[in-house]
Each structure stands twice: as C-alpha cells, then as structure tokens.
C-alpha cells in the first residue's frame, strides 16, 4: 500500500463528514466557544462542559478527534488482521469482500444524500457494541480537560456509525493489520476538517455543512467510487489511470 492509494479514503472521510455532524456534532460542539450545541440524537448522552479558556478549547478540540482517530485505526487493525491471520485468503472470499465493500459505498453515498436509509438498519445493530461502551463515559463529564477529551474520542469511534462500517470493510480487504490501520487512518483524517470546524465554530459551520446540496455533492462523490469499484470488479480487468481513484484494492 502507497500513499496515493489512501487519498480516495481520505476523500470518502471528507465528503462523508457531513454525515459525523449529525453523529458527532453535538458532543464536538459542545467543545466550541460559541458553545450552545445540541447532544447527538443517536446515541443520546448527557454532556457537560465548562467554558475555558482559547487555547485549553482548542487543546480539547484536537485531543477529542485525536482519540476518535485512534480509535478508528485500531479498529481498522482488527479488521485488516483477519485477512492477514488468511480468513479473506480464499480466491472466492476476497472477490466477495471487494464487492461487499462498494457495494457499502454504494449505500453510503445514497445514505448521505438521503435517498435510502438502508445503513440506519446497520447502525441500530451496532448498538449492541455500544452499550457496553457507553457507561464507561460516565465519569469523563465533564469532560474539561484535554486528557478527559481524548479519553472520550477514543471511546466514541465505537459509536454504531454505517460511514465507518463502510470504511472498515475495505480496512478488512487491505491484508492485514497495518495497511487496514493506515485505511482508517486515511478516512478519519478526512473526516478532521469539518470536526475540527465544529470544534471551534460550533453550530454556524453545522447549519452549512447539513444543507442538502452539500449532503448531495458529498454522497454523489462517495457514490462514484463505489460505482467505479464495481465497474473493476465486473470487468475483472485494471481501469488503467482510474484504478488510481479505486478505494477498494484490486479483487
């Protein structure tokens, strides 16, 4: 794996941002200056934060997205090991996970646009993870410190989320640990832009970012490389130049 070959899932991470406002907007902006952000409407929690200074706002901000980040990578290690332990080694299996994978995106980017609500399905399933994970949030609020900020990005990653679920299907098909922990690491530096934006901007950045023709531009671009994967895979051949905006590797 080259760095070229992380920029799609960098793409997908920025254009699915629009999507973690919904997910992860309230906590992240209840970190802003202008504070007055809502709580997240999945999954609801209670989140108190106090008001300090510029710089300990921003040191709060980073180390948050930070921990989700990591989050994301451990995950994407996980997955990717299964390939590298031989589970995806199969011919059969690896062809099957490669279309799996677009076919994710395919579904990501109509979720976004909103035209089929398919992946909701997907997230109500992951809430079996989820609670296990979210009483261990408890006693980080308030979360006033960089240390405590950090410790709840980490945590929060887990959240059910079908954009990461898309995500991590290709970690899966990568070969093994380190190339799925690089892919996730790729899409959740895609994400940081628009999250570090509601860190600092608060809910001014989210009422942009949530207009339908932004979702719409972000779901047609995640839906062209779930398009374009498809079209490698039913030709069975290389896409030549085009190869280079694949997300997925080759089947």
Not at 144 to 156: H, N
Not at 226 to 231: A, E, I, P, S
């Amino acid at each position: 794996m080259n760095a070229l070959s992380l920029v799609p899932m960098f793409l997908v991470g920025l254009a699915g941002s629009v999507h973690c406002i919904g997910m992860c907007g309230g906590i992240v902006g209840a970190l802003s200056l202008g504070g007055g952000a809502p709580a997240p409407t999945r999954p609801v929690i209670a989140i108190a934060v106090a008001r300090p200074a510029v710089q300990s706002n921003v040191l709060r901000v980073l180390a948050y997205n930070g921990g989700r980040i990591v989050s994301y990578m451990l995950a994407g290690a996980m997955a990717g090991s299964l390939a590298g332990a031989g589970m995806l080694h199969l011919a059969s299996l690896q062809v099957a996970g490669y279309w799996l994978a677009n076919l994710m995106l395919v579904a990501l980017g109509l979720y976004l646009m909103d035209a089929w609500r398919g992946l909701a399905h997907l997230e109500a399933a992951g809430n079996v993870v989820w609670r296990r994970v979210r009483p261990l949030l408890k006693p980080l609020m308030p979360m006033d410190t960089p240390l405590k900020a950090l410790a709840v990005g980490g945590l929060w990653g887990w959240v059910p989320c079908g954009m990461v679920y898309s995500a991590l299907l290709t970690a899966m098909i990568q070969g093994s640990a380190l190339n799925g922990a690089a892919t996730m690491a790729a899409f959740g530096l895609g994400t940081l832009p628009t999250l570090l934006g509601m860190g600092l901007l608060g809910t001014r950045l989210r009422a942009q970012m949530q207009r339908r023709p932004v979702r719409i531009a972000s779901g047609l671009l995640v839906l062209g490389f779930g398009l374009l994967g498809l079209l490698r895979a039913a030709n069975g051949v290389s896409l030549g130049w085009l190869d280079a905006l694949c997300v997925t590797g080759h089947p």
